[in-house]
């Protein structure tokens, strides 16, 4: 899932110091999932910024709406009958829902109540760690399900850097150095031999570096 982390409410507050009114709408999709702007975050939010200006003497009105996902137009028709009003909408989804309100709503000032991190997961309960960079072109069927490009801080294909001490990384002794992790997850599958292979290059072209990357369906687009 996308994870994502709320932004400082005195850097919110400023993006929207102008405003007398604003929508605060949050995502009921992987920003619910990593505690940072689901229904629960946008309500907390939302009264955040009334206290916020009611003390410095310039109330700001807020209404809310929690999208089942703001990343999919279906779910934001209902914010149609919500947006009028407001001078300002604060959207706690990732940079997705940000750019899909702001494209829906042209007229309006749209701003990011969030810092959209990375494609990770749960590590432990309030932590969250990166697996993947959506490079395009997985290769975890060699890796032993463990993803150098990521968890790799030099994103090293063919083998460790060198510099691996006692299995942690040279770069950050906090982290598990990915090629022992890989090497490791091999032998014990019996298949360290698929790693004295020469592997085809990567194909980086799929990566992100060309822009913004599409992904067709036609079979869906046809009907
Ligand atoms: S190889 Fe690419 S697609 Fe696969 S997990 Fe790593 S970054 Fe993600
Ligand atoms: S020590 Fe391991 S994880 Fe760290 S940079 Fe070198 S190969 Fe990559």
Known sequence: MIIARQKNIKDIAAMVEDCEKVLLVGCAGCVTVCLSGGEKETEILASALRIMRKLAGKPLATST????????????????????????????????????????????????????????????????D????????????????????????????????????HGRCEIDKDVACAWQLIYDRMKALGR????????????????????PRKALREDLMAR
Do not use: M
């Not at 801080?153 to 460790?160: A, H, R, T, V």
């Not at 360290?192 to 822009?211: F, I």
């Open 130 to 165: 990166e697996k993947c960079g959506l490079c395009g072109d997985c290769i975890l069927h060699r890796t032993g399900g463990i993803c150098p490009v990521i968890r790799c801080p030099k994103s090293i294909l063919n083998g460790p850097c060198g510099g691996s001490q």
């Open 65 to 128: 709406y929690t999208a089942t996902r703001q990343c999919d137009p279906e779910f934001l028709t209902p914010l149609d009958g919500l947006v009028g009003e407001a001078d300002a909408i604060i959207s706690l989804a990732c940079g997705v829902g940000v750019q899909y309100l702001a494209e829906k709503y042209p007229d309006k000032w749209v701003v990011p109540a969030q810092d959209t991190l990375f494609a990770g997961g749960a590590t432990e309960h309030g932590r969250w």
């Open 192 to 211: 360290l031999q698929d790693l004295t292979a020469v592997q085809p290059l990567k194909d980086w072209s799929k990566a992100r570096d060309g822009g």
